[in-house]
């Protein structure tokens, strides 16, 4: 397994930025495929964002193209966001995900793909 903490969050107004970092331990960080997810108040948990293994592969939401960029640095165990032009729609309780998929290049896009979860960090944007 590989344990995973998240950090980074805190408030923004509306066109700001924030930076989401994630952080694994336990087990060879580039054996996992990494993902963000978010969970607003009310709402189910939704993907943000997913990068493959070697870090070739990416996908996005469509909320979140052109506004955020997820990246990896397996040699220091992390996965980042780069959250740019903020929305108040972007308010959520921020997920970081990993999956020990078999394919270096491969993605998983769903939340049922990813059997290990860091314990959320909120992120606040507002108007």
């Known amino acids: 397994q590989v344990h995973l903490v998240e950090s980074g969050g805190g408030l923004v107004q509306a066109g700001g930025s924030l930076r989401l970092s994630c952080t694994g331990s336990?087990?060879?960080?580039?054996?996992?495929?990494m993902a963000w997810f978010r969970q607003a108040p009310g709402k189910a948990r939704r993907t943000v964002a997913t990068i493959s293994r070697d870090g070739t592969i990416t996908y996005y939401d469509d909320s979140v193209k052109g506004r955020f960029t997820i990246s990896r640095d397996n040699k220091g165990g992390t996965v980042s966001l780069q959250m740019n032009t903020m929305r108040p729609g972007d308010t959520a309780i921020y997920y970081c995900a990993g999956a020990p998929l078999k394919v270096p290049f491969a993605i998983g896009t769903t939340e049922s793909s990813y059997p290990y979860w860091g314990q959320g960090t909120q992120v606040t944007v507002s108007s």
């Open positions: 336990g087990r060879p960080f580039g054996n996992y495929a």
